[in-house]
């Protein structure tokens, strides 16, 4: 079965500093990965998708960028962090081509930026 | 465009009916979804309905889609106090190269005794 693995389940992080979240998916071969971040009491903004290996496409301009170096490997990244980065990130996955089940997600993780 | 939109908030007594609405933009989605998020942990798929359908039942929760005014519902019967929740529905849009899903701003349910 196909399971996905994100941490750190929870980051603090001083202004400034860089940041890297991982996210792993097994189980499947070429899935479409997704990084979405979800401020306080919001809904979700997704901030980038990957449908291949060194394939990324960013939805919004920001400070945070993305990177897949494996087939079932997502890393979002940032050089210096700022305040307004703070939120709770998701990565997703999804099988090429089928819709039936939408989006796995992973549990999240929770960064707060000081 | 493409835009999915629902209230915010839903407060109902434990053992009555919830429903939360939505509606979205894309005639062209192929499937509908919902989310259910609980309290600082991911999306789970709850329940999903084909375009070609108006109504799926599946144990407590009814979906009925109504294609013609682009409408969504989700009817949770004998809420419980573990529905407590923020409750995101989505369209999966057939044009973008990629399974875009398109997530409105969530509803948050509250189930109070």
């Known amino acids: 079965s196909q399971t996905i693995h994100q941490w750190p389940a929870t980051l603090v992080q001083p202004v400034g500093s860089p940041l890297s979240l991982e996210c792993t998916v097994e189980g499947t071969s070429n899935p479409n990965l997704y990084w979405y971040r979800q401020a306080a009491g919001r809904g979700l903004q997704l901030l980038f998708y990957?449908?291949?290996?060194?394939?990324i496409s960013s939805e919004v301009p920001q400070n945070l960028s993305a990177s897949r170096p494996q087939d079932r490997q997502f890393i979002l990244s940032s050089k210096k962090l700022l305040l307004s980065d703070s939120g709770f990130y998701l990565c997703a996955w999804s099988s090429v081509g089928g819709r039936i089940y939408g989006y796995t997600f992973g549990s999240g993780t929770r960064l707060t930026v000081v | 465009g493409e835009d999915v939109e629902q209230s915010l908030f839903l407060s109902v007594r434990e053992g009555d009916s919830s429903v939360i609405n939505c509606t979205y933009t894309d005639s062209s989605s192929t499937y509908l979804y919902w989310y259910k998020q609980e309290p600082g942990a991911g999306l789970q798929l709850l329940t999903y309905?084909?375009?070609?359908?108006d109504m799926k039942q599946d144990q407590r929760l009814t979906v009925l889609l109504n294609k013609k005014d682009k409408h969504l519902s989700l009817r949770i019967a004998d809420t419980q106090t573990g529905d407590s929740a923020i409750y995101f529905c989505?369209?999966?849009?057939?044009?973008?190269?990629?399974?875009?899903?398109?997530f409105g701003a969530g509803t948050r349910l509250a189930v109070h005794p």
């Open positions: 990957s449908v291949g290996i060194g394939q």
């Open positions: 989505a369209e999966s849009p057939s044009s973008g190269g990629y399974n875009k899903l398109i």
């Open positions: 309905i084909f375009s070609n359908m």
